[in-house]
Protein backbone atom coordinates (compact mmCIF):
# COMPACT_ATOMS: atom_id res chain seq x y z
CA UNK A 1 0.00 0.00 0.00
CA UNK A 2 2.84 2.24 0.77
CA UNK A 3 4.31 1.61 -2.45
CA UNK A 4 0.97 2.18 -3.98
CA UNK A 5 0.55 5.44 -2.33
CA UNK A 6 4.02 6.63 -3.36
CA UNK A 7 3.98 5.66 -7.30
CA UNK A 8 0.26 7.59 -7.29
CA UNK A 9 1.08 10.51 -5.40
CA UNK A 10 1.86 13.91 -7.36
CA UNK A 11 5.59 14.40 -8.18
CA UNK A 12 6.69 17.73 -7.23
CA UNK A 13 6.78 20.79 -9.69
CA UNK A 14 10.40 20.99 -11.42
CA UNK A 15 12.09 24.20 -10.25
CA UNK A 16 11.92 27.37 -12.40
CA UNK A 17 14.20 30.14 -12.90
CA UNK A 18 14.86 32.29 -10.26
CA UNK A 19 12.35 35.34 -10.00
CA UNK A 20 13.91 38.88 -9.94
CA UNK A 21 14.55 40.91 -7.20
CA UNK A 22 11.65 42.68 -5.49
CA UNK A 23 11.16 45.21 -3.04
CA UNK A 24 9.28 44.72 -0.11
CA UNK A 25 6.37 46.43 -1.86
CA UNK A 26 6.64 43.85 -4.81
CA UNK A 27 7.90 46.31 -7.34
CA UNK A 28 10.63 44.60 -9.24
CA UNK A 29 14.04 46.88 -9.46
CA UNK A 30 15.64 47.69 -13.11
CA UNK A 31 18.09 45.31 -14.60
CA UNK A 32 21.31 47.36 -15.45
CA UNK A 33 22.27 47.07 -18.57
CA UNK A 34 25.11 44.31 -17.95
CA UNK A 35 22.38 42.24 -16.19
CA UNK A 36 20.42 42.43 -20.12
CA UNK A 37 23.97 41.83 -22.18
CA UNK A 38 24.63 38.36 -19.95
CA UNK A 39 21.53 37.32 -20.84
CA UNK A 40 22.44 37.80 -24.45
CA UNK A 41 25.75 36.28 -23.91
CA UNK A 42 24.68 33.19 -21.99
CA UNK A 43 22.80 32.18 -25.37
CA UNK A 44 26.01 33.22 -27.36
CA UNK A 45 27.97 30.85 -25.68
CA UNK A 46 25.39 28.01 -25.35
CA UNK A 47 25.73 27.91 -28.84
CA UNK A 48 29.58 27.76 -28.94
CA UNK A 49 29.36 24.76 -26.82
CA UNK A 50 30.44 26.23 -23.54
CA UNK A 51 28.89 24.93 -20.13
CA UNK A 52 26.77 27.76 -19.05
CA UNK A 53 26.42 26.10 -15.59
CA UNK A 54 29.88 26.26 -14.46
CA UNK A 55 29.31 30.19 -13.21
CA UNK A 56 32.45 31.64 -12.79
CA UNK A 57 33.83 30.25 -16.09
CA UNK A 58 31.13 31.98 -17.52
CA UNK A 59 31.34 35.17 -15.19
CA UNK A 60 35.05 35.75 -16.51
CA UNK A 61 33.97 35.32 -20.16
CA UNK A 62 30.99 37.90 -19.92
CA UNK A 63 33.15 40.52 -18.08
CA UNK A 64 36.26 40.07 -20.96
CA UNK A 65 33.18 40.24 -23.63
CA UNK A 66 31.45 43.31 -21.42
CA UNK A 67 34.73 45.13 -20.93
CA UNK A 68 35.72 45.04 -25.20
CA UNK A 69 32.72 46.25 -26.11
CA UNK A 70 32.35 49.61 -27.46
CA UNK A 71 29.91 52.45 -26.50
CA UNK A 72 28.29 52.29 -29.24
CA UNK A 73 27.56 48.13 -29.07
CA UNK A 74 26.55 49.09 -25.24
CA UNK A 75 23.82 51.50 -26.68
CA UNK A 76 20.77 48.33 -27.25
CA UNK A 77 21.64 47.22 -23.30
CA UNK A 78 21.80 50.49 -22.07
CA UNK A 79 18.62 51.63 -23.63
CA UNK A 80 16.84 48.83 -22.21
CA UNK A 81 18.24 49.59 -18.78
CA UNK A 82 16.36 53.03 -19.26
CA UNK A 83 13.44 51.59 -20.35
CA UNK A 84 12.85 49.37 -17.15
CA UNK A 85 14.17 52.17 -15.19
CA UNK A 86 11.33 54.49 -16.79
CA UNK A 87 8.79 51.51 -15.64
CA UNK A 88 10.28 51.40 -12.21
CA UNK A 89 9.46 55.02 -11.12
CA UNK A 90 6.28 54.82 -12.89
CA UNK A 91 5.29 51.84 -10.21
CA UNK A 92 7.19 53.23 -7.53
CA UNK A 93 5.48 56.83 -8.15
CA UNK A 94 1.76 54.97 -8.80
CA UNK A 95 2.12 53.25 -5.34
CA UNK A 96 3.61 56.48 -3.37
CA UNK A 97 0.18 57.97 -4.90
CA UNK A 98 -2.10 55.04 -3.78
CA UNK A 99 0.31 54.85 -0.03
CA UNK A 100 -0.84 58.47 -0.23
CA UNK A 101 2.78 59.51 -0.28
CA UNK A 102 3.95 63.13 -2.65
CA UNK A 103 6.21 61.46 -5.00
CA UNK A 104 7.40 64.55 -6.27
CA UNK A 105 8.78 65.33 -2.88
CA UNK A 106 12.72 65.72 -2.27
CA UNK A 107 14.75 62.53 -1.73
CA UNK A 108 16.67 62.74 1.32
CA UNK A 109 20.41 63.66 1.27
CA UNK A 110 22.19 60.16 0.68
CA UNK A 111 24.99 58.87 3.00
CA UNK A 112 28.46 58.66 2.04
CA UNK A 113 28.45 55.04 1.97
CA UNK A 114 25.80 55.18 -0.72
CA UNK A 115 27.59 57.27 -2.79
CA UNK A 116 30.68 55.10 -2.10
CA UNK A 117 28.51 51.88 -3.26
CA UNK A 118 27.31 53.38 -6.41
CA UNK A 119 30.66 53.69 -7.68
CA UNK A 120 31.76 50.49 -6.51
CA UNK A 121 29.31 48.80 -8.27
CA UNK A 122 30.34 50.89 -11.58
CA UNK A 123 33.82 49.30 -10.63
CA UNK A 124 32.97 45.98 -10.32
CA UNK A 125 30.44 45.48 -13.72
CA UNK A 126 31.92 43.00 -15.65
CA UNK A 127 34.54 41.41 -13.19
CA UNK A 128 33.83 37.71 -11.38
CA UNK A 129 32.68 38.26 -7.94
CA UNK A 130 34.41 35.33 -5.50
CA UNK A 131 31.52 32.35 -4.70
CA UNK A 132 29.22 33.09 -1.72
CA UNK A 133 30.18 36.57 -2.06
CA UNK A 134 28.12 39.56 -3.36
CA UNK A 135 28.58 43.33 -4.44
CA UNK A 136 27.49 44.77 -1.21
CA UNK A 137 29.30 42.34 1.25
CA UNK A 138 32.33 43.35 -1.06
CA UNK A 139 31.86 47.26 -1.03
CA UNK A 140 31.28 46.95 2.86
CA UNK A 141 34.64 45.50 3.97
CA UNK A 142 36.23 48.19 1.20
CA UNK A 143 34.50 50.61 3.01
CA UNK A 144 35.52 49.15 6.25
CA UNK A 145 39.58 49.54 4.76
CA UNK A 146 39.42 52.73 3.58
CA UNK A 147 40.97 55.70 5.40
CA UNK A 148 39.34 58.98 6.40
CA UNK A 149 41.12 61.13 3.77
CA UNK A 150 40.04 58.32 1.24
CA UNK A 151 36.26 58.78 2.51
CA UNK A 152 36.47 62.95 1.84
CA UNK A 153 35.61 62.53 -1.63
CA UNK A 154 32.04 60.94 -0.33
CA UNK A 155 31.34 62.96 2.73
CA UNK A 156 31.96 66.56 0.22
CA UNK A 157 29.36 64.46 -2.31
CA UNK A 158 27.23 64.39 1.01
CA UNK A 159 27.73 67.70 1.78
CA UNK A 160 26.85 68.75 -1.74
CA UNK A 161 23.77 66.77 -1.57
CA UNK A 162 22.18 67.89 1.32
CA UNK A 163 22.49 72.10 -0.43
CA UNK A 164 20.56 70.11 -3.14
CA UNK A 165 17.66 68.47 -0.48
CA UNK A 166 17.35 71.85 1.13
CA UNK A 167 16.46 74.04 -1.92
CA UNK A 168 14.42 71.34 -2.55
CA UNK A 169 12.49 71.14 0.21
CA UNK A 170 12.44 75.24 0.43
CA UNK A 171 10.76 74.81 -3.46
CA UNK A 172 8.35 72.21 -2.41
CA UNK A 173 7.42 73.70 1.06
CA UNK A 174 6.03 77.07 -1.09
CA UNK A 175 3.55 74.72 -2.46
CA UNK A 176 2.49 72.10 0.20
CA UNK A 177 2.32 74.02 3.89
CA UNK A 178 3.07 71.47 6.71
CA UNK A 179 0.35 69.33 8.01
CA UNK A 180 -0.05 68.60 11.63
CA UNK A 181 1.60 65.00 12.46
CA UNK A 182 -0.89 62.30 12.94
CA UNK A 183 -0.80 61.34 16.90
CA UNK A 184 -0.70 57.54 17.60
CA UNK A 185 -1.95 56.38 21.06
CA UNK A 186 0.54 54.75 22.66
CA UNK A 187 -0.53 51.01 23.63
CA UNK A 188 -1.89 50.29 27.28
CA UNK A 189 0.59 47.85 28.79
CA UNK A 190 -1.69 45.41 31.43
CA UNK A 191 0.14 45.18 34.67
CA UNK A 192 0.82 41.77 35.44
CA UNK A 193 1.37 40.72 38.89
CA UNK A 194 4.93 39.43 38.19
CA UNK A 195 8.29 41.66 37.41
CA UNK A 196 9.27 39.34 34.40
CA UNK A 197 5.56 39.15 32.80
CA UNK A 198 5.87 43.47 32.64
CA UNK A 199 9.19 43.43 31.26
CA UNK A 200 8.44 40.94 28.54
CA UNK A 201 5.47 43.25 27.74
CA UNK A 202 7.49 45.91 27.60
CA UNK A 203 10.11 44.75 25.32
CA UNK A 204 7.05 43.87 22.92
CA UNK A 205 5.80 46.83 22.53
CA UNK A 206 9.15 48.51 21.74
CA UNK A 207 9.55 45.46 18.90
CA UNK A 208 6.19 46.81 17.31
CA UNK A 209 7.35 50.32 17.42
CA UNK A 210 10.77 49.59 15.92
CA UNK A 211 8.75 47.96 12.96
CA UNK A 212 6.28 51.14 12.60
CA UNK A 213 9.38 53.25 11.83
CA UNK A 214 10.80 50.56 9.60
CA UNK A 215 7.58 50.75 7.94
CA UNK A 216 7.37 54.82 7.63
CA UNK A 217 11.03 54.63 6.26
CA UNK A 218 11.70 55.73 2.55
Not at 104 to 117: H, I, S, V, W
Request: glycine letters at 4%; charged letters at 45%; proline letters at 6%.
Amino acid sequence: MDNLKRKNSPSKAPKGKKKAKKEGDGIKKPSSAYIYFVSDYRMVLKKKGVETNKVKEVAKLCGAAWKSMTDEEKTPYNEKYKADRARYVKERESLDKRMGKDPNKPKRPQTAYFFFLHDFRKEMAGKSVPQGEKIPSLAGKRWGTMTPEQKKIYEAMVEKDKIRYEKEMEEWKKTHPDEPKKVIPKKKVEVESSEDENEDDSDDDSDDDSDDEDDDSD
